[in-house]
């Protein structure tokens, strides 16, 4: 019943066709992600702990640079469900938003590599990860007097 429930959220999102795709085709995968997406359409924000990403020198530069840590680092991706043989791509892409990242690589050895090269950040005072939909295309509650 979710899983019918998930799919009736997307076609809300999409213009595709939206089918309910053989169960035996389907991953535990990505029916995580299928419930994950169903959520994030519906203004879910989920959070968690990150270990490390990984940066491009050019903008791990900037972020060695400053005197104190960067509030964050926030990464767009397409939301992109895929239901067995068939993907739906929305309109919409998802924010991961990693929260105070640190380069441990010394601002001296970052200005010698190249700007293509890539360095890996790590968690500053705070090691949470925000994953969610950009504010614009979360559900509001609708006061009526």
């Known amino acids: 019943m979710e899983f019918v429930k998930a799919l009736?959220?997307?076609?809300?999102?999409?213009?595709?066709?939206?089918?309910?795709?053989?169960l035996a085709d389907?991953?535990?995968r990505q029916m995580h992600r299928i419930g994950t997406v169903a959520d994030l359409l519906l203004g879910?924000?989920?959070?968690?702990?990150?270990?490390?990403?990984?940066?491009?020198?050019?903008?791990?530069r900037i972020i060695a640079a400053q005197s104190t840590p960067s509030s964050a680092i926030v990464q767009m991706?397409?939301?992109?469900?895929?239901?067995?043989?068939?993907?739906?791509?929305?309109?919409?892409?998802?924010?991961?938003?990693f929260q105070r990242p640190t380069c441990?690589?010394?601002?001296?050895?970052l200005e010698a590599m190249p700007d293509d090269e890539i360095v890996e950040l790590v968690p500053g005072e705070d090691s949470k990860l925000i994953h969610r939909l950009p504010v614009e295309h979360v559900p509001r509650m609708v006061e009526v007097d």
Do not use: C, H, M, N
Request: glycine share 4%; charged share 25%; net charge negative.
């Open 8 to 22: 009736l959220i997307f076609q809300q999102y999409t213009l595709a066709r939206v089918t309910i795709p053989p």
């Open 26 to 28: 389907i991953s535990e």
């Open 44 to 60: 879910k924000v989920y959070s968690s702990d990150w270990r490390s990403i990984s940066i491009k020198v050019s903008g791990a």
């Open 77 to 97: 991706q397409p939301l992109v469900v895929d239901l067995g043989s068939k993907s739906i791509e929305f309109d919409i892409e998802e924010q991961y938003i």
């Open 104 to 109: 441990l690589v010394p601002i001296e050895e």
